[in-house]
């Protein structure tokens, strides 16, 4: 009887915690759906057929710019984009970044006000967030998870050119085609993510906003392309010899498993089977790390290199030329 007597309370407790998650969802939903386009973009194919895409894309300008996936306008260089009121204007692509999966893209026309840029370093696993965009066409479409994890990687290529995303954020908040380059928010409305991907059903990816994706948003703005080095080697994570491991503090280097031939890897003499661990005086835990040095100031700029050759340390120097990816 106790218990029977009991279900009213449990259940105005229920239906308070719906209502303040409900209010939450609400209350970012009005402020993003407006600002979240979504996109249709022409892709040219073979024998000159085109096929029409769509995607979404973020208002993060009062002057019109948009922020997307490079994998939404692809080798177009405009579009257009339609709005949750159901106003349509063109739009040019002012930059894309494959390497990254970024793209910056400007209105012709008007555009509602932007969003507010957060900060995905600061997310935690479990927190809510609001997954803002169009799939399948469908003009303001909302889903609301949690963040599943952090730290993930999403391998990305342009031509040959191949690199890994760095602090992807996995979430539970469902995304279908038609998603990608939509909004990922906080309960505040803050946009920590841009989404990118469905890995599985219950598993969406985002691109961080943070201090790397903000880098990439400027160049591609002042410039249109992202710049990298490169050394031509390609790597996995291996254990340090226990001595070592011992001396340093660090558990891992970086196995080299090909150095491509007269690259900046194999001029400066590194071999296969060489463990790196070392770039600029940087540990080399993972390609990631390595990955995070080539930027575009490394072009043409001598970079010293220490590896474990068998029992011996091994220092060179090698100049990173810039990573061309091919179409």
């Known amino acids: 009887m106790a218990e029977t007597l009991s279900e009213p309370d449990r259940s105005r407790q229920e239906q308070a915690a719906?209502?303040?998650?409900?209010?939450?969802?609400?209350?970012?939903?009005?402020?993003?759906?407006?600002?979240?386009?979504?996109?249709?973009?022409?892709?040219?194919?073979?024998?000159?057929?085109?096929?029409?895409?769509?995607?979404?894309?973020?208002?993060?300008?009062?002057?019109?710019?948009?922020?997307?996936?490079?994998?939404v306008v692809g080798h177009s260089d405009a579009g257009t984009a339609h709005f949750a009121d159901g106003t349509t204007t063109p739009f040019h692509v002012i930059g894309a970044d494959p390497l990254s999966d970024l793209a910056v893209v400007r209105a012709d026309g008007p555009t509602p006000p932007p969003v507010r840029l957060g900060e995905a370093d600061a997310l935690r696993v479990g927190q809510l967030v609001v997954a803002v965009g169009n799939p399948l066409g469908l003009t303001g479409s909302v889903t609301a998870g949690v963040v599943s994890a952090l730290g993930r990687s999403l391998p990305a290529s342009a031509g040959r050119a191949t690199r890994v995303i760095d602090d992807v954020v996995q979430t539970d908040a469902t995304l279908h085609p038609g998603s990608s380059g939509g909004a990922l928010a906080t309960a505040d409305g803050s946009v920590v993510g841009i989404n990118t991907a469905i890995a599985d059903v219950g598993l969406g990816l985002a691109i961080p906003v943070n201090?790397?994706?903000?880098?990439?948003?400027?160049?591609l703005l002042s410039d249109g392309r992202v710049r990298r080095a490169c050394l031509g080697l390609a790597g996995i994570p291996a254990p340090l010899p226990p001595l070592l491991r011992a001396r340093t503090g660090r558990r891992t280097g970086l196995r080299i498993v090909e150095v491509v031939p007269a690259s900046p890897a194999a001029r400066a003499g590194l071999r296969d089977g060489d463990l790196l661990l070392t770039a600029h005086g940087e540990p080399v835990t993972s390609a990631q790390a390595l990955q995070r040095l080539m930027l575009e100031d490394a072009i043409g700029h001598p970079l010293a290199l220490t590896a474990l050759r068998g029992d011996a340390l091994v220092d060179v120097i090698a100049t990173p030329v810039e990573l061309l990816a091919e179409d």
């Open 211 to 219: 201090g790397t994706s903000r880098r990439i948003i400027a160049t």
């Open 18 to 71: 719906l209502d303040s998650y409900s209010q939450i969802v609400t209350s970012v939903a009005a402020e993003l759906t407006p600002k979240v386009a979504a996109l249709n973009v022409a892709h040219r194919r073979s024998r000159g057929r085109f096929v029409m895409g769509t995607g979404s894309a973020v208002v993060f300008t009062d002057d019109g710019f948009l922020l997307t996936n490079a994998h």
